[in-house]
């Protein structure tokens, strides 16, 4: 029983992963912030802001570098916190984040 109650969740996630990895494929690379206090500008911005400003503070935020993976993981934690994210924005929101706050190349 437990199983079947999973599938749903996982073709979510699948689903919200295909989006996500189109969306990425598609964006070009924003603009680096001018202040970790605010959002780069670029596509999903809005969304991004109005969805982590509800909690945390921009810096918080732009403060993180993490890869797409990475970032949908920590969105999907949030959202089980309690963000209230739309699913029309996830995609956007995530390939926002991975787009504009990539892991630092060394």
């Keep these: 029983m437990a199983e079947t109650a999973k599938a749903p969740t996982m073709r979510k996630i699948n689903g919200r992963a295909l989006l996500l990895l189109t969306a990425v494929a598609l964006g070009g690379a924003a603009q680096a912030p001018a202040s970790p206090d605010t959002f780069a500008p670029g596509p999903g911005q809005p969304q991004t802001e109005r ?44 390939a926002y984040l991975a787009r504009t706050y990539p892991p630092s190349v060394r």
């Design 51 to 94: 969805a982590c400003t509800a909690c945390h503070s921009a810096a918080l935020v732009t403060g993180e570098r993490r890869t797409a993976a990475q970032w949908a993981r920590l969105v999907d934690r949030m959202i089980a916190n309690g963000a209230q994210v739309p699913d029309a924005d996830y995609p956007a929101i995530v």
